[in-house]
């Protein structure tokens, strides 16, 4: 009993810091919603960021992937993330001055503009769509996994309706703002739960040696045995790194005041990183103990009732409960902003946030729906939301750095990297190992140079050569929808 009362108390607070957050902010337009006014200090974007970055595939996601998977995933999953950092820290503050001079809100606002290319603009809204439902389902998922294993009597659908519920009030009453707020609540109790779990699991197995002792974990479990192992986890280790800024940093990085503060809210990241080694012991622990079960979801929750008193589980609860919910929140804004902007044409200003709000619950009970009807494994969701973002790259890389890239072959592009990865999806090939979404990325890329060389239309400059005082003069976020502004037919 005590374990729901302190998980539904923390989700209550959570609410209340989302209704606080609007505080001063309460008749704000679009631009206030989609990016807060631009407005965001380093501090803010900070905790935004990591509260997305470290979502509910950090405690439950991780010690699901190496107890079904073995260390292998274990070793891609930290990869990606610590070869994302010093990319980002070159790469996000150009994504930040992308949206300054476009006055952009959403990814294709960016890609639209910058080419002026509607159909640009179309596609790239489809592959976000695409890709931000698996990313949705996958925060259902773990939620449900953790209301599941700390025995709170709630059948799924309650649990999902609930997680629709509290997720559609955070962005509804103020926005991004929200989100960033209970960022903040998030994190302190994640750190402070993966730390104790952690310790304790260490400490019951009596040191790191006994708990990757030969004789109770599996030799496959601890190891990296054979090329196409390796070579799968290098090649996820690239392409995640590179796509975790070109694909999925446009919700936390636009909202930033300043380059500054983006750079700045970067350099501190990788110190979260210190927290995985925790996650690795209670997993092992697990492991070594068989205290597993047939669905490694459960592994970390099934850890955590065992070694913490019903008062801690719940905070351990809540905090995994509320790393779902936040990025599950910030995704759909992301995509509201994407359907009111970039999808709907010419949405009146009065009308572009009442619109966007219906489109976030619109999102929010079809990946309840999808999450109800068929669940797997967490991270072959993530792996497939990666293969799609993952096409956004070359599109990027023509509005940062070089001007020969043109909107129509980038649009070719994407789509048969979105097709190639769909059939290797389907049919599974080895390939010696190499992740299908570079397989896919690389088939984008071919395409698109191929067909911008041989396109006759004028190329664009990129980003990179845009000026500081360029950057300043830019116009601030515009109310208007970016479909009004850009060649239908380019």
């Not at 639209?112 to 290319?117: A, E, I, L, P, Q």
């Not at 993952?390 to 020969?404: D, Y």
Request: glycine residues 10%.
């Amino acid at each position: 009993m005590i374990v729901a009362v302190i998980f539904f108390a923390i989700l209550a607070i959570s609410v209340g810091v989302s209704v606080w957050a609007r505080k001063g902010h309460t008749n704000s337009g679009i631009g206030e919603f989609l990016v807060g006014g631009r407005s965001f200090p380093a501090w803010l974007v900070y905790f935004l960021a990591v509260g997305e970055v470290y979502s509910i595939g950090t405690m439950i996601g991780l010690p699901s992937g190496i107890y079904a998977k073995g260390a292998s995933y274990g070793v891609w999953f930290l990869g990606y993330i610590l070869l994302a950092y010093p990319v980002g820290y070159f790469v996000a503050p150009m994504v930040w001055r992308a949206g300054k001079k476009y006055g952009a809100m959403t990814l294709p606002d960016v890609f639209g503009r910058h080419f002026k290319s509607r159909p640009l603009e179309l596609i790239t809204c489809l592959v976000m769509l695409v890709g931000l439902i698996p990313w949705g389902q996958y925060q259902f998922i773990g939620l449900q996994v953790v209301l599941t294993s700390i025995g709170v009597h709630l059948t799924k659908v309650t649990a999902v309706i609930l997680a629709a519920i509290i997720a559609f009030i955070y962005v509804s009453v103020s926005g991004i703002r929200s989100p960033a707020f209970v960022s903040i609540l998030k994190d302190s109790l994640m750190i402070a739960a993966i730390v104790v779990i952690g310790a304790l699991a260490l400490s019951h197995s009596g040191g790191t040696g006994a708990t990757f002792h030969s004789a109770t974990v599996p030799h496959g479990l601890v190891t990296m045995t054979g090329g196409p192992v390796i070579v799968f986890a290098l090649t996820t280790i690239v392409m995640q790194a590179v796509t975790f800024y070109l694909g999925l940093s446009s919700s936390y990085v636009f909202p930033a005041k300043s380059e500054r503060a983006v750079k700045s809210s970067t350099v501190w990241m990788p110190m979260y990183m210190l927290i995985y080694p925790f996650l690795i012991f209670a997993t092992y622990y697990g492991v070594s103990h068989n205290k597993g079960s047939k669905t490694p979801n459960t592994i970390f929750m099934v850890i955590s009732r065992e070694l913490l008193p019903d008062w801690l589980l719940g905070i351990v609860a809540a905090a995994a409960g509320l790393s779902g919910i936040l990025v599950l929140a910030v995704t759909a804004l992301s995509l509201g902003g994407v359907v009111t902007r970039n999808v709907v044409p010419n949405v009146a200003v009065s009308r572009q946030r009442r619109i966007t709000t219906v489109v976030i619950g619109a999102f929010i009970i079809v990946a309840a729906a999808i999450t109800l009807t068929g669940s797997t494994l967490m991270l072959t969701v993530l792996t497939l939301m990666y293969v799609f973002f993952a096409q956004l790259i070359p599109c990027w890389i023509g509005v940062l750095f070089f001007k020969g890239l043109r909107p129509i072959p980038i649009c070719c592009g994407m789509v048969a990297g979105i097709a190639m990865g769909i059939v290797l999806y389907e049919w599974a090939p080895t390939m010696g190992g190499v992740n299908s979404g570079m397989v896919s990325l690389g088939v984008n890329v071919v395409v698109t140079i191929i067909g911008s060389i041989l396109s006759k239309k004028p190329s664009v400059d990129p980003i990179r050569l845009l000026t500081t005082a360029e950057v300043h003069a830019a116009q601030e976020v515009p109310e208007t929808p970016n479909t009004t502004s850009v060649d239908a037919t380019a």
